[in-house]
C-alpha cells in the first residue's frame, strides 16, 4: 500500500492544522494506522493511532487533549487534527500502516507501510 501524506505547514502557536494520509488500496479497513513524528537530531515518535473500526485510539502524552486521530474507512484516509500546536510540535509527520494485530503499535518497526511525510512548523 501507497500512503500520500499532506497537510502541513506554518502555524503560530496556539493554531491548528489537520493532516491527511490517503493510502492506495482497496483494503484499507484491514490496516491498524498511526502518525509518527521526527524534528531533526531526534528519532521518530509516536504521536497517535487508531485500529481498523476506528474503535480504539491511541496518544502520545505529549499530545492527548490537543491531537485527534480518525479515519474515513470509505475514503481511504487517515486524519490528524492538530489542536493548541506548540512550537515543540515542529517536526515532519509521517504516517503508517500495518495489517498486522489490531491494537495500536507505539513503536515504528511494527509498521510496514509509510507515507512521505509532511512538515509542521509552528512559530512561537
Known amino acids: 500500500v501507497q500512503l500520500q501524506a499532506s497537510g502541513g505547514g506554518l502555524v503560530q502557536a496556539g493554531g491548528s492544522l489537520r493532516l491527511t494520509c490517503a493510502a492506495s488500496?482497496?483494503?484499507?479497513?484491514?490496516?491498524?494506522m498511526a502518525w509518527f513524528r521526527q524534528a531533526p537530531g531526534k528519532e521518530r515518535e509516536f504521536v497517535a493511532g487508531?485500529?481498523?473500526?476506528?474503535?480504539?485510539?491511541h496518544y502520545a502524552d505529549s499530545v492527548k487533549g490537543r491531537f485527534t486521530i480518525s479515519r474515513d474507512n470509505a475514503k481511504n484516509t487517515v486524519y490528524l487534527q492538530m489542536n493548541s500546536l506548540k512550537p515543540e510540535d515542529t517536526a515532519g509527520y509521517y504516517c503508517?500502516?500495518?495489517?498486522?494485530?489490531?491494537?495500536?503499535?507505539?513503536?515504528?518497526?511494527?509498521?510496514?507501510?509509510w507515507g512521505q511525510g509532511t512538515q509542521v512548523t509552528v512559530s512561537s
Open positions: 487508531i485500529t481498523r473500526s476506528s474503535g480504539n485510539t
Open positions: 488500496t482497496h483494503t484499507f479497513s484491514n490496516y491498524v
Open positions: 503508517a500502516a500495518t495489517r498486522f494485530g489490531v491494537v495500536v503499535h507505539v513503536s515504528p518497526s511494527s509498521y510496514h507501510h
